[in-house]
RNA sequence: GGGGAGAUACUCAAGCGGUCAACGAGGGCAGACUGUAAAUCUGCUGGCUACGCCUUCGUAGGUUCGAAUCCUGCUCUCCCCA
């Protein structure tokens, strides 16, 4: 299957320009995504361009990731309502180094003439002086046509710096830079991207007098509509030091039947017969979710590895199974430990004991971010200690310790907090 | 440069001298139901040493017994004219 057949049935095509397709008949074709250095890791939103360059290579083309030094120092307005604030210099080289080394991870860099290659636009534009660029390059966009951009357009109303409105100058001479000096043909992304790609096609014609194309994806939406890929602390991220691989693996395995359906065609390499018959299966038995825990399994093990998807899975059957206090009290102390290393933890010593629930989850640890917080969530009925439900009136002492050491801290169904004696 | 409008909690948005920790909506969190799903219903959504107290309505002052509400300076934003 072609690349964007492949792309299609997966319902990861939103727009395309025309002969895109013919291109990638024609030849080995290089195309590439850019990723903004907005912070330190990649998050699960950006896992979607990252698997669009994963299928781009397992078609036979060539994977350019640019990563953004310069774009990311002048903002990219699309979808934005606000001006953005400018990232210094330092956090910006620190972002792109951590998600340079994220993005090697996915991609083949050593299998000849379609290897995956790593740019940075700063690379270009830092020996380019103002002057240059906007008699090189401004001089063939017209105001009128940066004007009639969405992304400017919906910004006209309440203001945006000149920074911004330059920005889709910028990133469409990253298209021009690499198509005439890498040939590379494509550019990928998101749908907001459309109007910065196009602009970068317009100057591909316009000042290189040649052609190029675009592939955009569509924005992933939760079938109630809401933002994909964020939780109750933000963000899902593929850093597992910023989002634990058992929180990682808990964020797909909690997807909605409806929207498990379409992540298991963008998140995994999984092909349209296992995904039907996956489906199938789901469906005559869903409550043992086949469907999201193939999706989990998969996307886990490509963003972790196979044992930290083995140990989520394992930790994930010890607080949702059937197991009760007594059960944690009979596991070994590794097993203990190993299972929860994903799970927020705390350590209090010895005279943090005999106290009451409220001071022991907001001052001896930070389960909870005020005592008013605590309170409700106790009056609820929302907070179990070692499994089970306590009220306001709780003591913590010595006796809740599980092998004398542990407490397990459970705020609703779904949040666990291991407290440690040390 | 001239004229006008505005800034309220996560967001939108009421309030226009006391009864305001601030209506309402959205979002979020939790409870029940379930399949760690969806839908639905319910509760909560500034802090505390908690029938009371403290800090919040762009910012700094002022008027007043009393201000988110009135006055003044400042900052920022938007609109119109040049």
Known sequence: MNFVEELKWRGMIHDIMPGTQEQFAKEMTSAYIGFDPTADSLHIGSLVQIMILVHLQKAGHKPVALVGGATGMVGDPSGKSKERNLLDEETLNHNLKCMQAQLEKFLDFDCGENSAEVVNNFDWFKEFSFLDFIRDVGKHMSVNYMMAKDSVKSRLETGMSFTEFSYQLVQGYDFYWLWKNKKCMVQLGGSD??????????????????????????????????????????????????????????????????????????????????????????????????????????????????EDLEMAIKASNILFGKSTADDLKSLDEDTFLSVFDGVPQFEVSANDFNCGIVDFTVEKTQVFGSKGEARRMLKSNAVSINKEKVNEEKQISSTDLISNKYILVQKGKKNYFLIILK
């Not at 909690?254 to 498990?260: I, R, V």
């Open 193 to 306: 991207q459309w109007g910065n790609i196009v602009t970068g096609t317009e100057l591909i014609r316009r000042k290189g007098g040649g052609q190029a194309f675009a592939v955009t994806t569509p924005l992933i939406k939760k079938a109630d509509g809401g933002k994909f890929g964020k939780t109750e602390e933000g963000n899902v991220w593929l850093d597992k030091t910023k989002t634990s691989p058992y929180k990682f693996y808990q964020f797909w395995l909690n997807s909605s039947d409806e929207d498990a359906k379409n992540y298991i065609k963008i998140f995994t390499l999984k092909s349209q017969e296992e995904i039907n018959s996956i489906i199938t299966e789901h469906e005559q038995a869903p409550h043992l979710r086949v469907l999201q825990k193939a999706l989990a399994d998969e996307v886990t093990t490509r963003v972790h590895s196979a």
